[in-house]
């Protein structure tokens, strides 16, 4: 079974910075995709950043220059940094690990807060 852990969420002010992090644990041996989604307050949960075994990153157009995703493969660790924070960021933010094989795990952190104040 494939775990993750969230941290590094809290409240910053606009134009801070914050870096949140997902350790899992478990089997994630082989080939998979990590990535960061966000759910507003009203809204559905969406793609914030993704990337790929190999290190290949997906960005959604409103993190792009902002946001940057990264991993340490040695501590199965991704990483959201996020600079120039905006209040409209506000979200639970959620870390999502899903294998590249048919079949495989698809799983998803606990969640953690993140408050932009204007």
């Known amino acids: 079974q494939v775990q993750l852990v969230e941290s590094g969420g809290g409240l910053v002010q606009a134009g801070g910075s914050l870096r949140l992090s997902c350790a899992a644990s478990?089997?994630?041996?082989?080939?998979?995709?990590m990535g960061w989604y966000r759910r507003a307050p009203g809204k559905q949960r969406e793609l914030v950043a993704s990337?790929?075994?190999?290190?290949?990153?997906n960005y959604a157009d409103f993190v792009k220059g902002r946001f940057t995703i990264s991993r340490d493969n040695a501590k199965n660790t991704v990483y959201l940094q996020m600079n120039s924070l905006k209040p409209e960021d506000t979200a639970v933010y959620y870390c999502?690990?899903?294998?590249?094989?048919?079949?495989?795990?698809?799983?998803w952190g606990q969640g953690t807060q993140v408050t932009v104040d204007s």
């Open positions: 999502n690990a899903k294998s590249i094989y048919y079949g495989g795990y698809n799983v």
């Open positions: 478990g089997s994630t041996f082989g080939g998979n995709i």
């Open positions: 990337i790929s075994s190999d290190s290949s990153t």
